[in-house]
């Protein structure tokens, strides 16, 4: 119980900072209705915003999930689904709408998180304590 607190805190925390920094929740015009932003592009310099937004989710997602058959997976969606309710949020505000385009960056930047906390962390928990690391290995 005390690790899903604390695993809850660390959630919470960087949530309220990943918004607070980078998510840019703000919506100049009223709401009402449902907008699809399509003038944006695949290479604007908001992509690379929305992965490293969504990297430390996926991250996260990872790191919890670590003892199942599939963390990768499941930090993905976490970070994607955060970003899709983000994408959502931004659908009701008629100056922005819905990115699809933002929605994929926000997957690929948790994939990326996911991938590299699966892949590159090492823990462990025995008798003696608890190690976190890099872990260096030849095949993937």
Known sequence: ???????????ALMLTGTTLAHAGLDC???????????????TGSDKLTHM???????????????????????GTLLGTALGFAKEVFDGTCRSSGFSYKDLAADAVGSLIGASLTHWAIMYQRNQHGMTVGLRYSTDF
């Open 1 to 11: 119980m005390k690790t899903m607190m604390k695993l809850a805190g660390a959630f």
């Open 28 to 42: 100049s015009g009223p709401r009402g209705g449902w907008r699809v932003q399509t003038s944006d592009s695949w």
């Open 52 to 74: 490293a937004v969504s990297a430390p989710f996926g991250a996260l997602g990872a790191d919890v999930m670590r003892d199942t058959n599939h963390p990768v997976i499941y």
